[in-house]
């Protein structure tokens, strides 16, 4: 929500071998139904207006930096990024190439694993905010360096920055690292300044010499 709206929306379902979208996009609904993440709403939302019905889901565990994992009808349930589907020794097969490619097109993927076997993926995207562009390019104009650091993948991340003429992308920070990459920009002998809005922000934001909480 820094750089984008903060209204991240459903934008692709992709179903493995003997899945198909519209129970991919359920399970994912149904376990997300139990997360506060704003990518979580994206996915519900977007199962909502596909007419696709969630489940009920019990035993909910949020992972943090990697996804959520559950029980939906007696069925173990995780939806998560690749961390959490190597910890569940999950084969993703041609969904990581499938992942990637929506990825390169500016997008979050997460993948949908059931009883521990790759089930399909679910993409969102978050649109970038009409007036970043002009922000950027007024602080380049000010002659200031802009670093991007964000949990997204590195892929995602570029596929931005690229967009925005961002100059430097820190990518896949877990939200207890945030902190410590603005210390290696200070030690690097850089004045930081950091704007950002979610609540595992605070301890960087707090690290930085100006820190900006925004509202989004």
């Not at 139904?33 to 979580?40: D, F, K, N, T």
């Not at 990637?100 to 969102?124: N, P, S, W, Y």
């Not at 602080?139 to 925005?164: F, N």
Request: aromatic residues 2%.
């Amino acid at each position: 929500g820094t750089l984008t709206e903060g209204r991240p929306k459903l934008q692709d379902v992709v179903a493995a071998d003997g899945m198909d979208e519209d129970e991919v996009l359920r399970l994912a609904a149904s376990l997300e139904r139990g997360s506060e993440h704003p990518l979580a709403a994206a996915i519900v939302a977007g199962a909502e207006a596909r007419g696709v019905t969630p489940g009920a889901y019990e035993d909910f565990e949020s992972v943090t930096g990697q996804g959520v994992r559950g029980r939906i009808e007696g069925q173990d349930v995780a939806l998560g990024n690749r961390a959490l589907m190597e910890g569940l020794n999950v084969d993703l097969g041609a969904l990581a190439g499938r992942a990637e490619a929506l990825r390169g097109e500016g997008k979050t993927a997460m993948f949908l694993a059931v009883d521990g076997r790759a089930a399909g993926l679910v993409a969102v995207a978050d649109p970038v905010k009409e007036t970043t562009p002009d922000a950027i390019r007024a602080l380049h104009e000010a002659g200031l360096r802009i670093v991007m650091l964000t949990g997204d993948s590195a892929t995602t991340a570029r596929a931005v920055a690229d967009r925005l003429g961002i100059d430097e992308v820190i990518a896949e920070v877990q939200p207890d690292q945030k902190a410590q990459k603005i210390q290696d920009l200070q030690a690097e002998g850089r004045f930081v300044a950091m704007a950002g809005d979610g609540i595992n922000d605070a301890p960087a934001l707090a690290r930085a010499q100006v820190g900006i909480a925004m509202g989004t």
